[in-house]
């Protein structure tokens, strides 16, 4: 039955849900212009969150999501996840429970809508054609963490082309470090089997965001009292990891 269904799920995304989504973009890309004063009020975020939601609501997809205690309120995090789909921005932006701010590929502030929503939101863009840039970038999250604002980072740099989880740069645990702040690994799980890079349809199946416990960076200092990059990766990594794996 689910095989003779098919062609009609594929016909409702391109002539019902697509639109709707294009058009609430839209919308939500002139809203968080129009409030770009209030950037991290409560009000606004609520509509983000409805417009993320959104893209699993008219795709039918279910949505579960837990581990939300470990996050204490007040408290800014530094977010590292893993990026299997674009379904993951929405997810993470839809359900996860802190105001937090991006750190985006530059590529997408000429996105037609999502770039000066994004920019209105207080995003923050990383200029990868020098290091000098990329250091600008990191400096501009470092002055948004106050408060208990956070920052979401796919440190694989991009989307998974097979499903598997890629090799984390070092971006993300700089400003962990830099700040002294907490990293909370985020496992999301599905996405791929929703909306894999390259594919033009979605699948309906089941996504899970798993928020994991902090960490404290600085149990890995080494001997000269400097934190051991490569350990806190692998740390968070295998976080990430077993998080995906329940």
């Avoid at 409560?42 to 893209?55: D, P, T």
Wanted: with cysteine.
């Amino acid at each position: 039955m689910k095989y003779i269904l098919l062609p009609f799920y594929w016909i409702y995304q391109y002539v019902i849900a697509w639109p709707i989504l294009v058009l609430l973009t839209m919308f939500t890309g002139i809203f968080t212009v129009c409030t770009a004063r209030w950037r991290n009020a409560e009000f606004v975020h609520k509509e983000q969150q409805f417009w993320s939601r959104a893209f699993f609501r008219l795709m039918f997809i279910p949505v579960s999501v837990d581990g939300a205690e470990h996050i204490q309120p007040g408290q800014s995090y530094v977010f590292v996840a893993n990026h299997q789909s674009m379904f993951d921005v929405w997810l993470v932006y839809g359900w996860l429970p802190v105001i937090f701010k991006w750190l985006m590929k530059a590529e997408l502030r000429k996105v037609p809508f999502i770039g000066s929503g994004c920019k209105a939101a207080g995003h923050i863009f990383v200029e990868r054609r020098s290091a000098k840039a990329a250091l600008a970038s990191l400096k501009e999250v470092e002055k948004q963490l106050t408060g208990g604002v956070c920052t979401v980072i796919f440190p694989e740099g991009t989307r998974t082309l097979t499903g598997e989880m890629g090799r984390f740069k070092r971006g993300a645990f700089q400003i962990a470090i830099d700040l002294g702040l907490p990293v909370i690994p985020l496992s999301l799980d599905g996405c791929y089997d929703v909306l894999p890079k390259g594919r033009l349809y979605v699948k309906r199946h089941p996504v899970h965001m798993h928020i994991g416990e902090p960490i404290d960076l600085k149990q890995f200092k080494n001997a000269e009292g400097n934190i051991d990059g490569d350990a806190a990766i692998e740390a968070v990594r295998n976080a990430v990891l077993k998080g995906i794996k329940g």
